[in-house]
Structures are given as structure tokens and as C-alpha cells.
């Protein structure tokens, strides 16, 4: 079983930045970021090609969110500028194994296989 430990959660002011950062014990084929906001289903946030580094992001945080690797620390990133209080949520970092055709992850949770602990982002207006 794959483990996953997230970091870099916290509580920042709107326009802001954080970074989020998620170590993982094995490679697998697509990492992402998802969050659940209070009330609200879990949606996916930012996903990676971890073999070819080709990304998705939701409408939402284009221009703003970037997801990265580093592959020879096996962890994968999601730096967060121009923070808005509708990014506060619990962010999780997900992994998901297997073949991946077209090199973009999908940023649907249910492919994902394991899921790290979370971290809270919480954003002040």
C-alpha cells in the first residue's frame, strides 16, 4: 500500500500564498491535489503526469494553483498564489496506479487508489 503524508497546510490572509507538499512512498502514475470544503463534495484541485509532467487543473484555480514534482524525492507539490477565502478546505494528496493514456490525470477521486491524512488551508478575507 502506497503512503501518502501531506504538509504545508495553515491559515493565510486572501491574496496570499502557501504551498503544499505531499511525500509519497512509491512513484505511481498520476498524483493529484483534491480538497472538501465544509458542506461541499470533495473536488479534484490539480492533477500530474508523473511520467511525462503534463497537468490538469479545475476552472477555478487556472492562473493561480501550479502542481509540480520531484521525482527523486518522490513528492509532488501545490504551490497556491492569489489565495481567495472559497479555497479554504481540507486538501488531500491522492495517488493512482495502473496505465494512463494521453498523459493528463483525471481529476476525478474515484480513480485514485490512496489518499493521504490532509491538511487544512484556511483562507481570511
Known amino acids: 500500500q502506497v503512503q501518502l503524508v501531506e504538509s504545508g497546510g495553515g491559515s493565510v490572509q486572501a491574496g496570499g500564498s502557501l504551498r503544499l507538499s505531499c511525500v509519497v512512498s512509491?512513484?505511481?502514475?498520476?498524483m493529484g491535489w483534491f480538497r472538501q470544503a465544509p458542506g461541499k463534495e470533495r473536488e479534484g484541485v490539480a492533477t500530474?503526469?508523473?511520467?511525462?509532467?503534463?497537468?490538469y487543473y479545475t476552472d477555478s484555480v487556472k492562473g493561480r494553483f501550479t502542481i509540480s514534482q520531484d521525482n527523486a524525492k518522490n513528492t509532488v507539490y501545490l504551490q497556491m498564489n492569489s489565495l481567495k477565502a472559497e479555497d479554504t478546505a481540507i486538501y488531500y494528496c491522492a495517488a493512482k496506479g495502473g496505465i494512463e493514456v494521453g498523459g493528463i490525470c483525471s481529476g476525478n477521486e474515484f480513480l485514485y487508489n490512496d489518499w493521504g491524512q490532509g491538511t487544512q488551508v484556511t483562507v481570511s478575507s
Open positions: 500530474i503526469f508523473t511520467y511525462g509532467g503534463g497537468t
Open positions: 512509491s512513484r505511481r502514475v498520476c
